[in-house]
């Protein structure tokens, strides 16, 4: 198939490579400058050319290539450029198209003048006082600076190329009155810069409405300031985008997707620092026409709609219903939400695309929506210091507490720590002199990609002391990590018991493999006793969370002490009876029962409520207990059943001899509760 020729120079010529490409069909895009060529959109199917062409050259450029046709997409004001490519294949085969732009309304207010000339409209601009605000380009430049009387008045608004910055330079424009933005503009943009900078008089050409002419004229009423429009609203003979459309599918012979509602892209933009943005994400944010983000992030950039400072689903749906209803946002346009770091690694992007993605398809936004990713800055921070990542543990501190990290900095030897402000690495050494690591190093990267960047080694102490604001990305290294345990198993003596009863070590570990764990359960161990249960759970997996319940006092002490030992941010003490102290907790998924304290009937009845899908491991030393398990258990359906005698004899030294001694018998009963319906009693 031979590729499409589209001389770009307009939004619409961009959207229609787009276009284009989406639909599988290849084309060259002509742009006259680094600008035209850095906001469009990446693609295998999209080749390039860049710079000036004149009659000739463009001729043959055209015989050089295979092209099924040529669109002219260039601005209606650029007539030199339409008739260079009209003459260049006017002896050849190939189809020439004009892509026209829509057409604005005609302003016809007593405050607006026509010029049919710069040159006329400079010397009208002499006899106007204060400030002028120029939106013509930078081309015509020179005759408006030629005139000493306005000079020293304009306010130039350009794209941000770098041709159009040389030819402000080149005429002496103070930095501060140049403006390099991309459009086009909403009228409130318009009318914030016109009072910003109090502008007296807007300068404009009547381009069409993707020009933002229309804007224009109305942030200008707003502000009651007159307007000099340079030419008549020029007539773009042509076809419409649409038609466009239809003649190339039939040249093709394929159809061209058109863009019929919005393009939604979420990206992660690194640290923050432009020179960390992907490509994509860079072309993204040049071509997008409204941003959204954290403030941070959309510092230095200002697209033609403007920016807000938004990034959850409840801020930005419902602004992005309004401008399509204003018409503002229109068929094509493009929105950008910015997410720090990468967009699929502890960021808030997740939520928001599942969020846009149900919107578009219930709550009536015509969208795509897609996902780019950044540059996290645990990727930025190892190649900083020249570590790896893949064999690290990487924990975010970033707005919560990480369960149990003193004990991970003892196990792992490398863990990486995404972190908010200078108060999470003052947590961070807090945390680390309470477990005893008063001779650790911290490695931390504080504004990384920043111009105040500063890699630092840090102890405990000089995290605590810490207090420059700023966003820090902390690195530990243990060369002597103990590693993580891949069994369950403590000893009895390895806990502090007092006089308070134990479930005694073999026993536990027959019972915890028995409630069949998962890494995000959420477990009640209801009679703690020392907690030991509790401990041994909890330190399987940092992800399961443990609530352990029980009502005497020195029991609770207790808990809370080997909770302590074990260092274990996992497990929440709940000192209260069951079934009492269950109420106001999480779901559960597994519960041990210990001890019941008489109530076992009601415990049940309390779980099964909660939840009747849940894993139960009751344990039971009494015949009188083990008659009231049976009986119970028949109120209840259930699955899975399982009941066990467990009988252990340790060795004891006695003298020369080593004599066997028994422990007490214990009855385990693990289950599931059914699904079926159940009349409570």
Known sequence: MKEILIFAGTTEGRKLSECLSASGIANTVCVATEYGEIVLKDHPLTRIHRGRMNQEEI?????????????????????AVTENIKAAVKDSDIPYLRLKRETAVSGDDETISYFDSSEACARALALVEG????????????????????KSRLYVRVLPGIESLMRCMDQGIAGKHILAL?????????????????????????SGGNGGYREKLEAAGKAGIPVFVVGQEKQDNGYSFGEVCKKLEILCGRNVIQNTGLEIILAGVGMGNKNSLTREVYQAINSADILFGAQRTLTGYQPGLGKQPFYKAEQIIPYLKEMREKDLLRDGGKAVVLFSGD???????????HALQEETVKGGLEASVRILPGISSIAYLASCIGESYQDAAICSMHGKTVPNLARRVKREKKIFLLMSGVKDINRLGKLLLEAGFNDCKVT?????????????????????????EGLYTCFIKNPHAEGRELTHGKADTEFMRANVPMTKEEVREVSICKLKLRDDAVVYDIGSGTGSIAIEIAGLSDHIQVYAVEYKKEAVDLVRQNQEKFQLENIEVISAKAPEGLEGLPVPTHAFIGGSGGKLKEILSALYRKNPCMRVVINAVSMETICEMKEILSLYPVEKEEVIQVQVSRVRHISDYHLMQA???????????????????
């Open 59 to 79: 001729r043959e450029y055209i015989a050089a290539n295979q092209f099924a046709a040529v669109v002219d997409a260039t601005h209606p004001y650029a007539v």
């Open 131 to 150: 400030n002028i605000l120029l939106t013509t380009g930078s081309k015509e430049l020179a005759v408006y600076c030629s005139c000493k009387e306005i």
């Open 182 to 206: 991309q459009g086009p503009f909403s009228a409130e943009m318009n009318e914030a810069m016109i009072r910003q900078y109090q502008i007296k008089c807007l300068v404009t050409k009547a």
């Open 343 to 353: 967009s699929g690694f502890y960021s808030g992007c997740q939520s928001l695309y």
């Open 444 to 468: 931390a990267g504080y504004q990384l990609s920043y111009p105040e960047q500063q890699i630092m080694t840090l102890t405990p102490d000089e995290c605590c002391e810490r207090t420059e």
């Open 663 to 681: 422990e007490n018998p214990v009855w385990i009963c693990a289950f599931n509760f059914g699904k079926a319906d159940m009349d409570e009693n």
